[in-house]
């Protein structure tokens, strides 16, 4: 995603992913999610544009995770797919793929966003270091034709991730430990910014879905400081089922124009069963 320097198409899609944090040492940085899935874990979601009283689906996205190896040695792989359907498939097509590698400890090592829409492609991969109390990331940013960045990202905060990395610190919160009103401050390294982003806990919140679908969930606020959006404060809000594998059921982010919503669908490969769905006889 570029917020400045892309296209503005980019930041309904990359704001979503980051849909569907405290000072201290550098060893804070590896996520604390190791116990909510297993490898072969695969979530799909839906994605609407809500205009006035238009909601059209816009697309459809899956996160999937793998056991693999990142230069030669064990690793995560963390994998978010998107693509446009419907009306928005014919106003402007995108295909984006986001590829993060952790180490065996949940430690973020690489990630690389490949865009390809359309006519349009773009390659942003940032490459994580950790040297003492400080968080590095190397952006590189290019085209087919020319490097747009080269930088180095750093940071004095124990959490810095790509977009992809914060849903995964967003699963490893202790709800046990939580108050509402608690907050999870956090960084989110993108091109040459580093974004203050939180997650605000409000407590437990029904989602309904249809008219036989109930999910059972935690309620996050996000406050995202960045010029994408209309208010900083809750500026986009997700909700996250209630039971063991801790895995969005619904996201709603606040755009300059409408707002973006995305919709869990189906889910295999879960670590532990699906107990915050709740089935309604249909009508």
């Not at 020319?146 to 991730?161: C, G, H, N, Q, W």
């Not at 989110?188 to 999910?215: M, P």
């Not at 889910?267 to 769905?277: E, H, I, V």
């Amino acid at each position: 995603m570029e917020v400045r320097d892309c296209h503005s198409n980019h930041l309904f899609i990359g704001w979503i992913v980051l849909l569907l944090c405290l000072v201290g040492t550098v060893q804070a940085q590896k996520i604390a999610v190791r116990d909510r899935f297993s490898p072969g874990e695969e979530v799909e979601y839906e994605l609407y544009f809500k205009w006035g009283l238009l909601m059209p689906r816009a697309g459809v996205a899956s996160l999937s995770i793998q056991e693999t190896e990142f230069e030669k040695q064990p690793a995560f792989h963390y994998r978010l797919l998107f693509r446009t359907t419907g009306v928005i498939e014919k106003v402007y097509s995108m295909r984006d793929t986001i590829d993060c590698h952790f180490s065996p400890e949940m430690l973020l090592l690489q990630s690389e966003k490949r865009v390809n829409d359309d006519d349009y492609y773009l390659v942003d991969r940032l490459r994580f270091s950790y040297q003492e109390e400080k968080v590095q990331a190397h952006s590189l940013r290019y085209t087919r034709t020319r490097t747009k960045i080269d930088t180095l990202l750093v940071s004095e905060a124990p959490y810095m991730f790509d977009m992809l990395g914060a849903a995964l610190y967003l699963r490893s919160l202790d709800w046990e430990k939580m108050e509402s009103g608690d907050q999870f401050p956090f960084q989110v390294a993108i091109g040459r910014d580093v974004v203050n982003i939180s997650f605000r806990y409000t407590g437990q919140k029904i989602v309904e879905r249809e008219d036989y679908l109930k999910y059972r969930t935690r309620h996050f606020y996000i406050d995202i400081y960045d010029e994408a959006f209309t208010q900083s404060k809750a500026a986009a809000e997700i909700w996250v089922g209630d039971d063991e594998n801790h895995i969005p059921i619904k996201i709603r982010a606040k755009l300059k124009i409408g707002a973006a919503e995305v919709y869990y669908k189906n889910s295999q490969g879960l670590r532990y069963p699906f107990t915050s769905r709740v089935e309604m006889k249909r009508k």
